[in-house]
Nanobody
Framework: EVEVVESGGGSVQAGGSLSLSCIVS????????MAWYRRGPDHRCELVSS???????TYAPSVERRFTASQDKAKNTMYLQMNALKPEDTATYYC???????????????WGQGTQVTVSS
């Protein structure tokens, strides 16, 4: 059974930082590309960052140079360091394989409950 637990969210002011974590169990983390998604107040889903099996990492233009994704395969854990946060970063953040988006802005259900990030101006 796949289990995903995201954590680290919170409320910060614009310009602040947060560090998210995602612990995964139930599948071979080492063999799977993984990604961070977010779902904002408008419920649209956005792919924030993805880490390929090769280790290459890509980012959405909206977060590039502010967010840094990483992973520790030995711990089956992903991380997302978020700096220079903006109010538009307010969303629930999820980790999952990069196959969740079924249509622009629409994602299938995530395994975990997500972690809420709220950025005030």
């Amino acid at each position: 059974e796949v289990e995903v637990v995201e954590s680290g969210g919170g409320s910060v002011q614009a310009g602040g930082s947060l560090s998210l974590s995602c612990i995964v169990s139930g599948f071979i983390f080492d063999d799977t590309a993984m990604a961070w998604y977010r779902r904002g107040p408008d419920h649209r889903c956005e792919l924030v960052s993805s880490i390929q099996r090769s280790g290459s990492i890509t980012y959405a233009p909206s977060v590039e140079r502010r967010f840094t994704a990483s992973q520790d395969k030995a711990k089956n854990t992903m991380y997302l360091q978020m700096n220079a946060l903006k109010p538009e970063d307010t969303a629930t953040y999820y980790c999952a394989p990069p196959d969740r988006e079924v249509a622009p802005g629409v994602c299938r259900n995530f395994w975990g409950q997500g972690t809420q990030v709220t950025v005030s101006s």
